[in-house]
């Protein structure tokens, strides 16, 4: 019985596990943290997003520029795949209003618990599987001398790998590799890079591991009135506007939330490679933020130079466009009292206040994280070209996603199709 070692016990990770015992492999999954899918609870703590309905055009679009490499994993375990396996493990989900998918209690430790308990403890119908075993707090150390070691002689493994445990140093062979080692978002939870330079030692080229889905810092500071009043407050109903170096045009409706230092949220979050790449080009980038994208401009107008009398600007513009809190303070941030009383000026800050962010957030505060192990030097089954039996999933690997679904399926279809991955392997 071939015996295969997982590193990383999140949904990449569990999923290649899958795969491989209901094919017949022993299984052998570690992870350094005390518990499994650390990261996956912390993700389904607001309600699991697992999927999304769109059409397969549109999700698959959402990968960007690795949409071919993303799409090709999809043909193994797509977005209906996931549907499909959650109702496996008697998890019902339905569609929200959004399109996005959820289990019907929101929750993800039923939907983990399932399946750790099929992972464990096959269903007898599945008369080939093996069940899986779990070794955690168990940290990987790399290849014994930092190079992928041979066995001794007259062993069938083909490779050896050093563990750190509770036990002390520990060496495990095992006939073929699967990584799902994460990014380096949430270090806390596990997933902190440290496999980077291992892997850039034995010939892998590895992408920088850079922030996705993450927050900005503004380039002039909040006002200490501003930061210490609106902080956490959310701005909704709100669109902005992006135009990138490289001819893409961002334009979306949403809310997102003012910070300390600058905003964050979800609407941030779907322009966040964009806004990167700009300022990691020039240093800033500049997006246009509507304060009421429902209201053309011409009305916007209108209503700002209709007669005010006696009343204060902010009640004037509360009564004519509804338009308070944090929204009317942003315009008092960001505009001079000459610009808040000229009627022209006025209008256009509202419907494309200009809004410049000079910083990422710290890789470890992102939701998750760009860069990784490039497509270009692995194979169409996921192994690494200089490294023979040794193959990756998740996270890891080089391509991002939005929120929405989109980075748990990838996550679940890399893992999907490294462990057909490591089958074929075994096969030739």
């Known amino acids: 019985m071939k015996k295969v070692a997982v590193i990383g016990a999140g949904p990449a990770g569990l999923m290649a596990a899958e795969v491989l015992s209901r094919a017949g492999m022993n299984v052998a999954i570690f992870d350094a ?14 309600g699991l997003n697992l999927t999304h309905s769109e059409p397969a055009d549109i999700f698959a679009s959402r990968y960007g520029q690795r949409r071919a490499q993303i799409e090709r994993l999809f043909n193994t375990f797509d977005a209906a795949s996931v549907r499909r396996w959650a109702a496996s493990l008697g998890i019902e989900t339905f569609v929200g209003s959004s399109g996005r998918v959820f289990p019907v209690d929101m929750k993800a430790a039923p939907l983990l618990r399932a399946w750790l308990n099929r992972l464990r403890h096959p269903e007898p119908q599945a008369v080939a599987a093996v069940p ?25 493994e083909s490779m050896v790998l050093d563990f750190d445990t509770p036990q002390g140093h520990q060496q495990i062979c095992a006939d073929a590799l699967v990584l799902a080692l994460g990014g380096g978002s949430w270090a806390r939870l596990g997933s902190n890079g440290a496999w980077v330079p291992w892997l850039q030692a034995q010939g892998v080229a590895v992408a920088p591991l850079l922030p996705s889905n993450c927050g900005f810092d503004v380039q002039t500071p909040w006002s200490a009135h501003f930061a210490s009043r609106f902080a956490g407050q959310p701005f909704k ?8 170096d490289d ?40 997006l246009a933020l509507d304060l009421l994208p ?26 004519r466009l509804h338009l308070e809190g944090i929204k009317t303070a942003m315009l008092y941030e960001m505009l001079t009292p000459a610009q808040l009383h000229d009627p022209h000026q006025l209008a256009t800050a509202i419907k494309a206040l200009p809004l410049t962010l000079s910083a990422m957030r710290p890789l ?46 990838a996550c679940l279809a890399s893992g999907a199709h490294a462990g057909q991955g490591v089958l074929a392997y075994f096969k030739k």
């Open 33 to 46: 943290m005390p518990s499994i899918g650390r990261k996956f609870l912390l993700a389904g703590k607001g």
């Open 364 to 409: 470890d505060e992102a939701i998750s994280s760009a860069g990784g192990v490039l497509f270009e030097g692995l194979t169409d089954g996921l192994m690494l070209e200089p490294l023979p039996g040794v193959f990756c999933a998740g996270e890891m690997l080089d391509w991002e996603a939005p929120t929405g679904g989109y980075l748990l399926t």
């Open 294 to 319: 429902d209201v053309s401009s011409e009305r916007v107008l209108a209503e700002v130079q209709h007669p005010r009398g006696s009343r204060s600007l902010s009640s004037h513009l509360k009564s």
């Open 237 to 244: 109903s709100v669109a902005i506007s992006f135009a990138a």
């Open 247 to 286: 001819g893409q045009h961002f334009v979306r409706k949403g809310e997102f939330v003012a910070t300390a230092t600058g905003v964050e949220g979800s609407l941030i979050y779907a322009a966040s490679s964009l806004l990167r790449q700009d300022i990691m080009h020039h240093g800033q980038a500049t």
């Open 132 to 156: 899986v075993t779990f070794h955690m707090r168990h940290r990987w150390l790399g290849w014994p001398q930092g190079r992928v070691s041979l066995p001794a002689q007259g062993a069938t």
